[in-house]
């Protein structure tokens, strides 16, 4: 999990980079062989049903806890790519809380959830009555968790891509959301120039979610932002989540 590992990272994210920063040369069968079943009953037999710690107590989701297997697994048997979807980050609690407090943001838009994830900001939007809702993450398995996800919440799933959208033309989308997502400079620059581009040329509403990161901190962006909320985590969160004690929400303003 190189280039998540910041003076800001979380606990989860020290276990991962231990556990299994040597998957991609140890793997031993590549994600893509698995079929969706297999994948379902993975993630039902290797996570745990949590959320009430959260912001979002009254979202459901399958995650990782330190009762579940690959917690403390040798990393040479876990068969997919890093489990950025176990994770409910503390950016997407935050963006996802906001959502939840004002319903009007998400409701009858297009919705797109960048880098889903466990699929929190999604189901928050349809949770608002969001007309369509779009969640994208390049791994395959984070949209096998969304699904899931969204059952638990009793929800139909949203519409899952797994192609890398940052770049394209995302016509038709009234509002992106995307939480934790400026974690690595090169990932920062490219999303700041995408999104610059979405709210310019297509009107688009952007939200990010991020609890003060160093990368985001120190990032041109930042005077692009307005802040709209601030939340301060629960204790159970901020133990999981070394130096970080509170999560923001801002918009993204085009001034110019």
């Given at each position: 999990?190189s280039?998540?590992?910041?003076?800001?990272?979380?606990?989860?994210?020290?276990?991962?980079?231990?556990?299994?920063?040597?998957?991609?040369?140890?793997?031993?069968?590549?994600?893509?062989?698995h079929s969706?079943?297999?994948?379902?009953?993975?993630?039902?037999e290797?996570?745990?049903?949590?959320?009430?710690?959260?912001?979002?107590?009254?979202?459901?989701?399958?995650?990782?806890?330190?009762?579940?297997?690959?917690?403390?697994?040798?990393?040479?048997?876990?068969?997919?790519?890093?489990?950025?979807w176990?994770?409910?980050?503390?950016?997407?609690?935050?963006?996802?809380?906001?959502?939840?407090?004002?319903?009007?943001?998400c409701?009858?838009?297009?919705?797109?959830?960048?880098?889903?994830?466990?699929?929190?900001?999604?189901?928050?939007?349809?949770?608002?009555?969001?007309?369509?809702?779009?969640?994208?993450?390049?791994?395959?398995?984070?949209?096998?968790?969304?699904?899931?996800?969204?059952?638990?919440n009793?929800?139909?799933?949203?519409v899952?891509?797994?192609?890398?959208?940052?770049?394209?033309?995302?016509?038709?989308?009234?509002?992106?959301?995307?939480?934790?997502?400026?974690?690595?400079e090169?990932?920062?620059?490219?999303?700041?120039?995408?999104?610059?581009?979405?709210?310019?040329i297509?009107?688009?509403?952007?939200?990010?979610?991020d609890?003060?990161?160093?990368?985001?901190?120190?990032?041109?962006?930042?005077?692009?932002l307005?802040?709209?909320?601030?939340?301060?985590?629960?204790?159970?969160?901020?133990?999981?989540?070394?130096?970080?004690?509170?999560?923001?929400?801002?918009?993204?303003?085009?001034?110019?």
């Amino acid at each position: 999990m190189s280039g998540v590992l910041t003076r800001t990272c979380t606990r989860y994210v020290k276990i991962f980079s231990t556990l299994f920063t040597q998957t991609n040369r140890h793997r031993y069968m590549s994600k893509t062989a698995h079929s969706g079943e297999y994948i379902r009953r993975f993630i039902s037999e290797n996570t745990e049903i949590v959320g009430e710690k959260s912001l979002t107590p009254e979202v459901k989701l399958r995650l990782f806890t330190p009762g579940c297997r690959f917690w403390r697994e040798r990393p040479e048997l876990w068969p997919f790519d890093d489990p950025y979807w176990a994770i409910y980050w503390p950016g997407g609690q935050a963006l996802s809380r906001y959502v939840l407090d004002n319903p009007e943001v998400c409701r009858g838009k297009k919705v797109l959830d960048l880098g889903s994830g466990c699929g929190a900001s999604a189901i928050s939007a349809k949770l608002c009555g969001a007309a369509h809702v779009v969640a994208n993450d390049i791994d395959i398995v984070a949209a096998v968790a969304t699904h899931i996800n969204c059952e638990l919440n009793s929800l139909e799933p949203p519409v899952c891509v797994t192609d890398n959208m940052i770049g394209s033309e995302p016509q038709g989308f009234n509002l992106i959301l995307l939480g934790d997502m400026f974690y690595d400079e090169a990932l920062a620059d490219s999303l700041y120039i995408w999104l610059d581009h979405c709210i310019k040329i297509h009107g688009t509403k952007v939200l990010i979610g991020d609890p003060g990161r160093a990368q985001f901190e120190s990032h041109d962006i930042r005077r692009r932002l307005q802040q709209l909320a601030h939340f301060e985590l629960p204790e159970t969160v901020r133990e999981e989540n070394y130096g970080l004690t509170s999560s923001s929400v801002w918009c993204y303003q085009d001034w110019t």
